[in-house]
C-alpha cells in the first residue's frame, strides 16, 4: 500500500483523529464561513476573528473525509496568530504544491503564482499533504479548506 | 433462471482491466453500468455503413440511419411496455427528461400554491428542477417521508396528496435499494386527481418495467445505467400528454413551420427533439436494451436481489455493528444497492482503501443530499451490482473493507 | 497546404460504404460530418480500459474518466480560441446551447419590450428559441435582411441595433455558404450596448475560430459538424456572463447543495451540466478537435474553399441559367456549402435521383425556412464538403445533375 | 434506375405535370385546410366543398416535391363527387398500402385498419403510388394530402 501511505501521512491521521481549534465563535465579533465539496459533500465551517490585520483566533466545524478535516486543522494550526498577509501568502503557497493538478483535473490553463514569488514560503506540516496530489480526485478535499479560509478572509476585510 | 455471469463477464472488455495486480471489481452500476461489446459494436457499425443525420435526408444512408434511430426508439418503447413508440422522447438523461416536464407540463399547469409531492428517498435530479419551480412560481412541495428503515412512510400520503397536482417519486432509491410501491403510489395519486412522475432511473437496469402497469404518467431514465451509452436517456409520457403539453427547447425537428413572425410544432415525439439528437447513442441504447431482453428482466432482477442477499448477510456477518447499512433489511424490498458506512471511518477514505485493490465502490451523497441529512450522515460508501456481478465479487469487497478498517484503526 | 485527402479518405470507414455499384459521394457533411476512425477509437478505448461516471468516483477509473472528460473540454476550449476551459459549458448540440441563453442569460435579463436583433441567414436553432422567448416575455425581434447576393445586408444595422440586448447571428449560413463579419458585427452590438450571441455551428467546421478574436459574448456549436460524435456540443460564453447566470436544468452534478427546502449552484461550467453527461461523446470531440487541428484549420479552410470555387464554375458551366444557385458569387464569402435548384424539378427529386448514383446530397428547406421565404423557394438542393472531399466527387454530383435534368425532362 | 422507374411512374410524373383541380374555391361555403411536410417543407393547400355529406368539390394549392404533388392531384381527383364516407374508406385504403412502412420509419406498432375491412377498395390509379413504399422517406411526400383531406373532412363535419 505505498500509494496509500503517502496519501495518509501519520501526521494527517493524527490530525484527522484530533483535530486542532474545533469548535466556535461568538459571531460577531467572529466571522463566520462555510465551504462544501459538491462532489462529495465534505463540509467545512470557518470562525475566524480577525484583529488589526491579525488572525487572531480561528475555530472550525464541519464533516467529512480524513484529508478535507485534516487539512482544515492543519489550516487553523496555521494561520492562527498569523498576518493576514501572511494567511494569504500560505494559501497561495498551498494551493500551489496542489494546483498543477487541480488544474489539470479542470482542464485550467495553469495558474498566475509564479514559483518565485512563494519560494521562501514555509508550509512545515502542511507538505505532509503532498501525497494528495497522487490523487487527483482528492486534491479538492485537501484544498477546501483553504477556500473557505480566503473567502473568509475577504469578508473579513 | 440464474444468470451465467461468467459468459457476461466476458462480453465486457473493461473487465479485463487490472488495477495494480488485481482484477477490476466494478460495484459502481448504480452510478452508471459498464457496455457490452455489442452495445460498442452497434455504434461502431452505424459510423462506419449508414451514419448521416436523421429525418432530413432522402439518400440511402440518411434512410438507413433515420429508420435505425427509429428502430431504437421502438425497442426501449417495449422494454418499458409503452403503448406507442411515439410516446417516447430521447433526451440526454434522465435529469433533462424530468427537467423537459418541469419545464413543459408543469409550467403550463402549475402556478403559486399548487402541490408538487416528492419523496425523502429522491436524487436530485427529482428535487433540483422542483425546486427551481417553486423559486419561479411559488408552488408548493411535500415531501412523503421515510420509516425507519427506509421505506416511504405511506400513513400520512392521502393528506400529502389531498390538492396536489403532481406525485413525483423514484421507483428504486439508488441510496437504500428501497424499491417503492409504484402501482399502489399511481392509484392514490390518480384517486386525488395527482399526476404521476416516475424516476425509473434504478429501475430499468434491475426490474422488469411497465409503465402501463404501473399507471403512470411520466416516466424518465436513462441509457447508460442500462448498459446502454452516456448522453441519451427517455422520457415515456402518456400521448395526449405529451400532444397537449408545449414544446421544450426550440430548433430543428421539432417544428412544423417557421417564419419570422412564429412557429408551430411538429408530430411527437419529434416536437421535443429540438436538433440533431445522439444518433449512434440512441442504437447503443437499442442494443442495450436487445441485451437485457435476451438475458431477461426476471432473471436480472433475481440475479440482483441475490447478490443483495448475500452482500447484506456477508457485511453483517463481518462487521457487525461496526458497519451500519442502509435501507430494508430484506432483499425482497431493495434493489441491487447496498449502502454503509463504518462508525469512524469517512466513506471518501473506504473507497480510497479498497481502490487498491481493485473494488470500485462510490463513496459520497450519492446526489442525493436531502436523504443523507435525514439518514444522518455527510456521505455513505456504495456497493451496487450489475449483471457481470458475482458472489466472488462481493467477498472481495468485504475482504477489501476489512483492509480498510485495519488501515484506519488506531 | 493542400489537403491530401486519398489519406484523409483512408481515415473516415464509411467511405468504403457501395450504394448499388456506386462508391459514396458523402456531399452532406453540413448538416454532419462522417468520424475518422480515430474518434471511433478514442470512445471504444475510453468504454474498454476507463469508463466510469465523471466527478463522481474516487476509484482508479472513476479518476481517469474524469481526467479525459475534462482533458477534452481544454481541447475544444484551445480549438475556440477560449481564454479559459471552464468557459466551455458541454450541452447536446448546438440548438441546446442556444436554447440555455435563452433559458438562463436571457431569461434573467431580457422583458416585453426588449429587442434580440437577428438575421434572415438563420438557422431554426437560432430563431425558434427566441420566438418563444417573445411569446412568453413580449420580446421585439428585429430582422437583419440580405443584399440580392444572400450576404448581410448592414446598411441599417445602427438602427436594427439601437437599444438592443442581444445580437444573434450565424457566423456562416448552412444554406448559402455566406461567411458573415462577426468581429465587425459584434463591435457594433457591443458599442450599441447588446451583447453577441455567434451560431458557430458550420464556421468550426471549416475555418479557424478564436472567440476572442470574434469578441462575442456566447458562442454556440456542435460536435457533430466537426467530425466527432452527434449527442455532445458546446456553448462558449465570458466567465463572467457564465456566473452570473442562473442555472438552466436542475439536477446532479450542478448543485453545491440541496436541502428539502432549496439549492445552491456549483461552479462553472458544472452548474450548467445536470445529470450525467455524454462522456464518451466529450472524448470523441477531443478527437475529432485533435484530428482537426493536426490538419490544420487553414488548410482546410483553402481545401473547403477551392472546392467551393470548383463547384461553383462547374455547376455553371454545366447547367448555365436552368440552375439557380444560392449565395456570394465568389468563393472568398462563403464556406463550403453550395445550394441550388433547377428551375422545374424539386430538390427532393434531385436527391433522389442522384442517390442512384451514391450522391448524397441534401434536399429541403434545411432548418431555415424564413430564409427560404426570403429565396422565394420552398426547398433547395445542397451540396457541402468536408475535408474528405475532392474535386472528383464535384464532378461525380455534376454528372449525377445531368441525369437527374434528362429524366425529368418532358 | 430500375428502382427510380418504380417510384416515378408514368402517372405520377403526368399528374405532377398537369395537376388536376388546381385553385381555390370562395370560403365559405368551401373549407380551407392546409398541411406540411416538416421534413422538407413540402406544403399541400386544400379547399373542400361538402353538401349533404358528399365532396362537392375540391380544388388544391401548395408546392412541393413530384410525389407530394402527385399524390395531392390524384387525391383531389379520386375523391371529388364521392361522398364523405367513401371519401374516409378511401383514406384509410391508401394509408393501409403506404402504412406498413410509414408506421415502420416511425417506430409504431402497426395499424388498427384490417386488410379484411378494405379488401372491396378499389384504389385505380392510385396504386402506381405504391412503387413509394420502397423509398420509406418519399412515404411521408405521399400521404400528406390524404392527412390534410382527413383533417379537412372532420372539420367541415
Ligand atoms: C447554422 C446552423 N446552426 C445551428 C445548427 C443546429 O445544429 P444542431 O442540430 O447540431 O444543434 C445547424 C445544423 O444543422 C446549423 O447549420
Ligand atoms: C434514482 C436516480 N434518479 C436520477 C438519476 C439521474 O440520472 P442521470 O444522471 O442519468 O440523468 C440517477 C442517477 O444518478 C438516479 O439514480
Redesign the pocket.
Known sequence: MTGLQDLYREIILDHYRAPRNRGELPVPPAHKVEGFNPLCGDEVVLYLEVEGGVVTDVRTGGQGCSISQASTSMMSAAVKGKSVDDARTLIRAFKALMSIHESKLEGAEGTDTTEADLAGVRLGDLEALQGVVKFPVRIKCATLAWNVLAQGLDESA | MSLDVAAIRADFPILERRIGDHRLVYLDSASSAQKPQVVLDAMDRLYATSYA?VHRGVYAIAEEATAEFEAARAKVARFVGAPEAREVVFTRNATEAINLVAHTWARANLGAGDVVVLSHLEHHANVVPWHQLAAERGIELRWIPLTDDHRLDLTGLDALLDGAALLSVTAMSNVTGTIVDVPALAAAAHAAGARVLVDACQSVAQVPVDVTAWDADFVAFSSHKIYGPAGIGALWARAELLEAMPPFLG??EMIRDVTTEGFTTNDIPWKFE???PAIAEAVGMGAAVDYLTAIGMDAVRAHERDLTAYALAALRDRFGDRLRIFGPPDADDRGGVVSFLFDDIHAHDVSQVVDEVGVCVRAGHHCAKPLMRILGVPATSRASFGVYNDRDDVDVLVEALGRAEAFFAL
Chains 1, 4 share one sequence.
Request: proline share 0%.
Open positions: 443525420n430548433g430543428g429540438a436538433g440533431t
